[in-house]
Each structure stands twice: as C-alpha cells, then as structure tokens.
C-alpha cells in the first residue's frame, strides 16, 4: 500500500500485469510500481528480460534508471511468463507494438497474440486494457478472441486506457498528465481503472516525500475521462493526427515565408499567442517523426476509410511532412552546389531530443539520402548513436562530441533539437568548420547571431544569413568583435 499521509483514504494496492517492456510498457510499469502498485512486466524478448532483470536500463529516458532501481526485484519484477502473469493479475496492459502494415493500416498481429494467450489464464474476474494505440473497435475483436479462447464472458472486460506519454519527457508525461482517459462499457471495468489511477486523480501521490518532482506547466491532480472505448481508441487516433496536422500546418506556413521574406518563427509567436491555438507543436523544422504519428496518422487514414469517409485532409498532413524532407534537402543542394564526396557533420539522430528513438526518424532519413547522393557523413547524438549503428548498414561515422562531428566538415547540419545542439561554443565551432556553413532544420539559433560569428546560416522558414549581408556582422567584424 502507498504511504499517503495526507489523503483522506488509502488506496487499494493492485497487482498488475504490464505487456511489453517497450517505450510505453517499461515506464508505464514503472510509474504503476512508483503508484504503490506490484507490476509484472512481461515481454517475450529474452535479451530485454535479461538486462532488465541485471539492472540495465535499455532506453533513455529521464527518471526511468531511478524509477526502476527503486522497484525492480520488489514492486517490480520482470518474466516471460504472460499465463502465470495473468493468473495474479487484477488487471492486464497490452502495450505491445502496433506497426503499420504495407496498406498502412495498424498490425494487430501482436495484440491477437497477447489476447489468445492471456485467455487460457483467466481465473476470477480481471481487466484487460488495451495501453497499445490501436484502431476503434479493437477492445471489441480482443473480447472476441477471448471468448472464442474459451474464457467465462463475466471473468473478464476489455478497456481503453490510450497512452499520451511523450519520449523524452516519458515519466513525468505518465505521472502528471494532462489527462487520464479511460475507455470502459460498464462501472465495474471503471472502477477499476479507478483505482489504479487514484494515487494520480486524488493527488496522495504527489504529496509522497519520493514522488517524482513536479515539471513546469503542469497541473495535479490529473483529471480522468471515462468514455466508450469505441471513443477512447477514437480519441488517441484523432489526438495524434491532429497533433501531426499542426506540425505540417506550421511547415507550410514555414514555406510561404521562405517565399515572401517573413520570419516563421515571428509568425509562430503571433499565431500561438492567440489562446484557441496556442504555442505548443508549432515549431517549424523537418517533420515529425518517430514510433507514433507516421504509423498512427496512416492507421487513422485507414480506419476512416474502413467506414467509408475519405479523409483526405490526412493525406496533405504526410505528403506536407515529407515534402519537408525534401525541400531541406534542396537546402543543403543549393548550399553546397554538389554534393558527391562532401563531408558533412550531423547534430542529432533520434527522431527528437531527448531520446534514444530512431524510428522514423526524419533525421537517419536526411543522412540515409546524402549517403546515397555520395556524402561523407560524421555524426553525433548524445543517445541514439547505437541504436543508430545498428540501424544503418555503412557509410556513417560517428563523433564523441559535436565539435568532432564539425571537424573538417564542408558544413554543419542540425536534425535533432537537443538542449546541447542549441548552446554550442559559436567561435570553437567555427574553428573547427572547414567552411563556417550550417543548416539548421530545428531552427535552434538566431540567424543573426550567427551571421554576426561568422556563419552562413540556413533554417526553416527564414531568410538565410550571411555574415557578409547582415549590418551588424560587417560592423563587428570591421570592429574585431565578433563573439561565440
Ligand atoms: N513510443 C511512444 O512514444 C508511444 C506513446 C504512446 C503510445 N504508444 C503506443 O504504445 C504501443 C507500444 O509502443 P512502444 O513504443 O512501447 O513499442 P516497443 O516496440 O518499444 O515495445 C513493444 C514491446 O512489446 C514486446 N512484445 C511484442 N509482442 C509481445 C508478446 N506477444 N508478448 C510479450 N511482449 C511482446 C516487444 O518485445 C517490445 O519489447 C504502440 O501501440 C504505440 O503506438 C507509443
């Protein structure tokens, strides 16, 4: 039970059964322990059991190495026995991977699986939640397959409990949500997730003398929403579509302004400040990427057809999103003229900052072509170079630092937007340049700043600068003063 001195009640510790020690199922598991919960993660890759179970953290996340040395071998502990899992379990998440199959609609070949299993081991009533992001209707074909696995139709409920955590900031996105949401057909299912949410909706967790410290702009207690699960599996599909829609909507917006000479990031501050928009998710750059929107805005494109409505609108926000891609490219083309046997220094892999996450990632994507096209790549990333290396078959060096990566390099490209890529040493960096060229595609510096170093600086959505043209470049350098 979790120490709550200054909650009204105690709370129900449940044991739980998390499926998949991914991205969502590692921490989920360990924010539940970290709840007072007992979490059993299951996975059926030996290797990640096995260095979970020696102390290794296999992603990078913030608050995670802390999370699971506090539980692990006592709230926390790690099998491959889903059946023995279930039958202790109260409730049961399937966080498993939904990739996107070559339609590009979701495979739910890994859930089908889970489902199967879990059926022979339901003894006494229990909830199975879908965690996983998974197209409306799935809680129903999970229920199907349990019952067609001979399963009691009273032992069990299947719910939506959608994931709205973000890599990189994973943990706290867990323990001080914007939201819980909770997608049951009846009260007893409800009351369940309840429970397991109470430390959370009461607020007794974050009086806890342990808790995980409270991010800026957050609110506690998290609220809960409890709809259908036909709304919640919904409402994940809708979220994140609308999500990649404000990125390639700002994209765009960022291509008009290259055209007519304004400053998109002017342009994003005056947009966000109005607060039916807001700021957030309108940070030009060179797409989204990663584990989610690709696969989930294609998933939703799919669904929406499977009903018979074209949702076109879906189709502009990918092709807006590569198109972006490309038109980077072009920006490195037109400043470099050719490419074949240039070296070029990347900043940043990971498909954000923050994480080890390559998947998707518009980053490997960009360096995956210029290798193509002949250029000689040195690269770094404060987490995802392994991942990274055995991702990309050749061809890619990796650096130990950013100044490595812009040793000797033709210019400088920035693809992740890293807290450290965006406080370089302006004057060791041009030193280290064979040409003072960079090519930002996450926008982290102000072109005059580094026209004024001395730098030839191309970003998104804004004119190019060069210290030759900006007034207050040629001043400091007639002065001598140019500063890092
Ligand atoms: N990564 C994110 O930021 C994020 C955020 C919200 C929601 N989601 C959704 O959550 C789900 C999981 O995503 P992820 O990034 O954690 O995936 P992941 O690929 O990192 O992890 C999936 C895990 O499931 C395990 N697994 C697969 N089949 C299994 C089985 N039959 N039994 C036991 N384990 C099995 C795999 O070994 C792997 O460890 C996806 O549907 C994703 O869309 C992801």
Redesign the pocket.
Known sequence: MLESPNSEREFLNMRITV?????????AGACFADLGHDVIL????ER?LAALKNGQVP?HENFLPELLQRHRGHRLTFS?D?QEAVRGSAAIFI?????PTDRGD?DLS?VE??AR?ISGAITGYKVIVE????PVYTSDWVRKIILRNGADPESFDVASN??????GT?VTDFLFPDRILVGCNNQRCAAVLREIYAPLTSGSYYQHPDAIPQPDRTSVPAPIIVTSTQSAELI?HACNAFLAMKISFINAVASICESVGADVNQVCHGIGADSRIGPRFLNPGIGYG???FP??VMAFRAVARECGYDFRLLDEVMRINEDQRDRFLRKVRSALWTLRGKHLGVLGLAFKGGTD?I?ESPAILIVQALLQEGCKITAYDPAAMERAQEAMNSGLKFARSSYEAAHGADALLILTEWEEFASLDLRRLHQELKYPIVIDGRNLYDPEVMATNGFTYYSVGRAAAHPETTPTAVKAMKNGTNQA
Request: some cysteine; glycine content about 10%; charged content about 30%.
């Open positions: 499926v998949g020690s991914g991205y969502v199922g590692l921490v299951v996975d059926n890759d990640k992603i491959a889903l966080a498993v991977g939904t990739p979701a890994y699986s889970v299993e965690k996983s992001t998974v959608p994931e709205f955590l973000r890599e994973a994940k990663g584990s989610c696969k989930d996450d998947r």
